[in-house]
């Protein structure tokens, strides 16, 4: 690779002497001048000035001396970087993530990187997405999935997924026939919404409060699994994306209609990182799993 010469340059800089320098890299003095002397040639300016006790770096040689260690230890990083990601063995991630991501897509990723990685250990909190995005920029999670259309200055979206936020309903509601719901008809029926309604920032209450309109909301609640047995059997609606009700939605047992709003049909999901550091080779290998089941999923459709 590119890190011969550079190596063959290091040494005769460290050693002062070609001689010295050709015992160290187990090469002929005769063979590394050569070398040095051609390099020097094809690139017109002289690296070292030849005398009788040695060499000596030029003004050049001390500047392309600094570049070529910077590159030395930049491609030992690189070489450690993926010995680290062929030998993962042992490490920690912390996953901050919505409680609807928690119980579709995270599993089966988890199982999967898990078969590869059997001794990898998991923290995995649920959280509102306000709180998601604010445990990553914090440093509290390594990885967080959340809604990523606003994102935190220390965060930044390896991946992201069209997630529109729409009704939710049995199949057998007045309003499951439709093919979009316009936000003044959720006012006519009782509401099962998510914790986040309460948080300092709810996108949905923005919305709502833009247009002039107030949701009659029967439960608030932060159990995804309440939410659906509340919606079951009642004429209540949900407020959420598809994303914690696929296997509903595809067995018919509940209906999923979108929301005649710019802004709900816009969110996405995304696989939050930091963006003031790079990630370990450990989570980054996740987050790169994560990503992929994202893209994976339909949601907007």
Known sequence: MHDKFLTYFDETARQGSIRKAAAVLNMSSSSLNRKIISTENRLGVRFFDRHADGVELTAAGAVVLEHCRNTLMDYQRILGAVS?????????????????????????????????????????QTAQPDEVMQMVADGDADIGLSFSN?????????????????????????????????PHDLGNYQMIRSYDAFAHRSIVNDVMTEL??????????????????????????????????????????????????????ELRIGVLISSRSSLPPVQHG???????????LRLDS
């Open 84 to 124: 680290d990601i062929r030998d993962m063995r042992t490490g920690h991630v912390d996953i901050a993530t919505l409680d609807s991501v928690a119980l579709t897509i995270l599993p089966d990723a988890l199982k999967q990187f898990n078969a590869d990685y059997p001794e990898i250990t998991y923290t995995i």
């Open 150 to 182: 606003d994102l935190h200055p220390s965060v930044r979206s390896q991946a992201e997924k069209s997630t529109p936020i729409g009704a939710i309903m049995e199949p057998g509601h007045p309003l499951a026939e439709r093919d979009v719901i316009e």
């Open 212 to 265: 002039g309109l107030s949701l009659p909301t029967q439960i608030f609640t932060n159990s995804l699994p309440l939410a659906k047995s509340m919606i079951t059997g009642s004429n209540s609606v949900g407020l959420y994306s598809k994303i914690g009700f696929l296997r509903e939605i595809e067995t018919n047992s509940l209906r999923y209609l979108p929301v005649n709003s710019p802004i709900l049909k």
């Open 286 to 296: 996740l987050s790169r799993r994560l990503a992929k089941a994202l893209r994976g």
